[in-house]
């Protein structure tokens, strides 16, 4: 009888999903950080006022801007895009891929620049500081996402669909924007 529950068991766990721990997500994606960018930005509102937009999507533009900002001079990525709002508007989304090992350090990077950011509007602009306050960083294998928007869910939904079994993962019918 234990052989039989063992064996069982066992079977189990070969099963597709099936004992995946939840820090084991398939990583993979065919899309590029300006696909994935534009993904995101699809559910946003911002997206509509098109003439607002900063795009920085040249990697000599990610690269100055990556440098400059985030304050990450000496991190190497592979791929970039970040979309934004100049002004009195706190809304960024960026989109980083970088080696597994950077990851962290992009991320305490990103999260220093948020309270920057923050502290960049507060006493002038309280909806833009608490924007900026609620902006958050998510990660996925060695890809890395700035998310500064009103429709929070809806960004980290879009991110997380370019990835593993996600409806976005190998391809998207028609490029967004």
Not at 89 to 112: G, I, W
């Amino acid at each position: 009888m234990k052989r039989i529950l063992s064996l069982l068991l066992a079977l189990v766990l070969l099963l597709p999903g099936c004992g995946k721990k939840e820090d084991e997500k398939d990583n993979t994606t065919d899309q590029d950080a300006e696909t994935i960018l534009r993904v995101m930005l699809a559910g946003q509102a911002e997206s509509s006022e098109t003439d607002a937009l900063t795009w920085y999507l040249e990697p000599s533009d990610v690269e100055d801007y990556i440098r400059d900002y985030y304050q990450l001079e000496d991190v190497p990525w592979a791929d970039g895009a970040i979309v934004r709002m100049e002004g009195a508007r706190a809304f960024e989304l960026a989109v980083l891929r970088v080696d597994e090992q950077n990851v962290e350090r992009v991320t305490e990077a990103l999260q220093q620049y948020l309270l920057d950011r923050q502290g960049s509007f507060t006493g002038y602009f309280p909806d833009q500081a608490s924007m900026a306050e609620n902006g958050r960083i998510l990660t996925r294998g060695g890809w890395v996402a700035l998310d500064v928007c009103t429709e929070m869910e809806a960004a980290k939904s879009a991110f997380e669909s370019c990835f593993g079994e996600g409806i976005n993962a190998v391809g998207i019918p028609v490029i967004l924007g």
